[in-house]
């Protein structure tokens, strides 16, 4: 995963996240939208035979007072608490069941 | 809110290469993340180069190559990391017909998960031997390294009974896939019931709702690892990729 920032502003983020694509980028937006202080969070991504830029381009804005960097590391820490839960009840109920 | 996960295990084989669980607390982007995580990015191995010592069979290196790819092999994966390789070899003369079961691996956890999988039917005089390297890597690479085979899911879906039904209408078949949640809270595949709701509710007015948030997954593994691991192993890519962009972030 190699982060390249395209545009950055107090409120506004561009940022190609590389060698990633739906699987990950969908989580992370649907995270992001629920998270403090985002008034909208979006993800580009063009099909391999587009010709054009092919990574996926994370696109953040937020509301005044919040810096959108902090949003995504706040989203980031969010999907990670989430799947660990997930982890651990996936983990109990297959447990249970074998 | 999506924090309380609740998992339910409705069905899973003894073997462990399929099961079908329910999760509540997932939202749609979580579902398909899990789902696409467990065809593409979980690793398994499988033969990725062959050396023929001698092939005179009816078909061309390439071919018997391809098949051999395509025969599943289990995989321990705390032991392997991506492009770790493995290798098994092959030695039949005919008339016979070289099964995957007739694979000799250097590795004791690393076998084919089906012994009796046909890779090619040798005549008379003819005699298949090579030597072959597995290599662990993901179905995004090759489909021969998806762990999933079928993989999907459902929405959860409350049938509740709202009365008789009207005496004069007649009665006419209800069909529906996946499972439902009664009224009484219980879990039933609607297989059970030749997927027909006439056939469990006789004569009554049904009302069919999806239930928000609650996902029914079916997973089938080709054998490579069970479903248990499959998946945990799915959530943990997730995982691990959201704690790598959080420290890249951080920085």
Redesign the interface.
Known sequence: MELRVLEKTDTELRIEVADEDHTFMNVLKGELLQTEGVAAATYDMNPEQSGGQTEPILSITTETGFDPLDALEEASNGVSDRMTTLYDELDAGFAGAA | ???D?????IS?DED?RS?R?L?RG??P??A??IR??VV??VPTLSIDTVRFVENSSVMFDEMVALRLGLVPLTTPLDDFELGDTVTLALDVEGPATAYSGDLETSDSLVRPADENIPIIELKQGQRLEFEADAVLDTGKDHAKHQGGVAVGYRHLQRVEVLGDRDGFDEEEPHILRGVIETDEGELVHTEEFGADLTNRYPGKELAVTDVPDAFVFHVETDGSMD??EL??RA??S??D??????T???V
């Open positions: 809110m999506a924090d996960f609740d998992v339910e295990v899973r462990g099961a669980f999760v997932l939202t982007a979580m398909n993340g696409r995580a593409a990015d479903v248990d998946v945990l959530v943990d997730l995982r990729r959201a704690d790598e962009l959080a890249k972030v951080a």
